[in-house]
């Protein structure tokens, strides 16, 4: 089937807002098969609204609208479609008790414009918003369905993956099922190359590559009568990709984060951790304490920006820097060393680099940076070469150092065990 | 006029990437006085592309088109426009120098494919992209305005702000003008409310808002027959601006972001800083070492995210934590102190709070954050209430922490010269 998105709001055609809803939206439908030609944005006016359903529905068999659904008089999404569908609008008691319990809940009063949210189009199936007042909205006839959800993210995703998820399921003869396969470690075109034979080869299950910071996610979709049988024809292929990645794989799990696969590898081994910061300036940290979970582990970090600091801190000598220069593979060496020594913990990881845009040379052009990781000991440099901005050279420092934790974490375990079985 | 804005790429449609190509088109839209009243996103499909812009076309009076200008076969935007608008490909001889260039200078070798993007509609004009490979392609016909970039934004923002933005400045038959004056610690409906008069009284010059993180920006535009005119439209309404909101006010130049602000002040008071961070975990000192020069007074950050570090590493006693928990006014005061005194810096900032989505009670809920400020000795502490999910209480809590310091530094030195008058 095909689905067109349509977001409302003249915010966004000012550029106010980035329309995250519709990148969301979209990577949903993709995973339920769904087939998306056609995104638009349009403003809270009603005939330009209406004209963009009425062009939708010629097109589409879906249309997935969010925005303008709030209390205002600028509020027209609700209106414009039924509308164009010829349909009236009543009060629907339940959305109204909602509402008066929502407010109630909060102690806030209710003014009369609210009342216009509890209208509904007749013949409508209404979709609870515990988040917010505006309920959703699906219209269905002649094979078409119109859907309704409000802007705000923070009500439309819940609403999208409680109710209308379920609902567009039902919708497809058959069922689909998608699996993601996240890898790091690996560039984007490398692991391209890696599958290419199978997405040519591919009927279904289908293969697509995500390029994300610093990671590939490869998502395997499969289309059967139920989802146990979709399920059968997913694993032989998450298989295949586990057998060409090997432990670059750090999950199978959609809701599992690289950070989240690092903090968990920790926990798993009881090792402790600490950061030690230069041109990344406490990003790498703070992606580490976005784990819920994270204090069993965190010890502390450090952000040693100036060379005084990287001295002070941890125990860095002068000598060092002037001989090697502050970006350098004995000093990212010497940095994971000290951070181990001050914070006395089992893994430490160092960063020192040129984000940029000045500090570059011929020999240290902006975008090299050095990572180092301490596992119990043993250090592990690694030497990165990054393209783009300050922002992305940090985002990408950040991923790699990410990925560099996870295998020297690996690999320390698996020479341990390799050493203590030899014995 | 009317701008139509069209972006190019089934990646959008897929979900894989967020459309913030869109966004910034439409805020500088926005800034020339253009009206916008639909956005499109269209996959890599000659038919729909076409479609699309026949569509634009009947309603707007300039088409930005981005995306689509690869080298590849699935890339197909500019094939597309030249088709709508009836006119042949032919080979540009410069692009095709340049594009030789592009690749000479990087060591790379040109595949034959390469080509096709020097392949440009007759009669346009072909735009440079020193970023890339694609040129950029205005084509203009019966008072319609076409306009071809390429997707990926380090390309076409340079690209728009260098030679597109220019050109459709010239086509207004009047000149658009605008300031945007930066307001921190004043919240988005106090802020609307303090120029609601303003606003509702507003021809020319306007004012629009944009809420930010933390902060607020007042965008004051005006239309004239030539620039002076409309900067002298803008200057009163900015002198009023700045009445009303005083020293909150902390830029009216575009380029100059909050920590920026924050770091110049340090800069012209020749004062060091030093961070200390539990719940936000390095992303305040990350937004600090964001601004280039921040090494003249950054010393360092810490992160101490757990009890045991704020003991150690600030000094912080072991009663004191268990007489007011972590997250107190008192523990804030202590960290801001412990870190100066162990980094020997002017300024610190402490930062203790719940993030969630754990860690919450009645009396401690999520989204309680305490953030000190220590210059020279002189300690200020805020509550702060958040709502939303962890990376919001996050954001909203390094905003909230700038704009403390940036308070705390002017507060501290009007005192010591109002002091020394006194004398």
Known sequence: ???????????????????????????????????????????????????????????????????????TQDDLTKEAA?????KQLYLHEESKTAIQQFFDKRGLEITDNNWKQAM??????????????????????????????PGPPGEMIPMFERSIMPYLSKLQSCVIFSQTVKVCGVGESKAETM???????????????????????????ARAEDEKAARKLVKPMVKELKGRFGNHIYTTDDEVTLEKAVVDLLLANKLTVSTVESCTGGL??????????????????YITYSNKAKRRLLGIKKNSLLKHGAVSEEIAR?????????????????????AGPDGGSEEKPVGLVYIGCNVCGRITVKECRFSGDRTKVRDNTVSAALSLMRQCILQYYSEVTFGSKEK
């Open 1 to 71: 089937m095909i689905v067109e998105l349509i977001s409302v709001g003249t915010e966004i055609l000012l550029g106010n807002i980035v329309n995250s809803n519709a990148a969301y939206l979209s990577e949903k439908c993709a995973g339920l098969g769904l087939s998306c030609y056609y995104q638009d944005v349009v403003g809270d006016n009603e005939e330009r609204l209406c004209e963009t359903i009425r062009t939708a529905l010629s097109r589409a068999d879906i249309l997935l609208l969010s925005g303008g659904l709030g209390p």
């Open 82 to 86: 039924a509308k164009v569908l010829g």
């Open 120 to 149: 509904v189009p007749e013949g409508c199936i209404v979709v609870d918003n515990p988040n917010g007042t505006a309920p959703g909205i699906i219209m269905a006839e002649n094979g078409k369905h119109v859907i309704l959800m």
């Open 195 to 221: 599958v290419k034979d199978l997405i040519d080869a591919q009927t279904n299950p289908t293969i697509a590559t995500y390029a994300k910071t610093g990671e590939v996610h490869l998502r395997v979709t």
């Open 284 to 301: 790498l940290a703070a992606r580490l304490i976005n784990v819920p979970g994270v204090s069993e582990v965190f010890k502390s970090g």
């Open 334 to 354: 010497e940095m994971a060393k000290g951070a181990a020594m001050v914070s006395k913990s089992d893994v430490t990881v160092s960063v020192t680099g040129i």
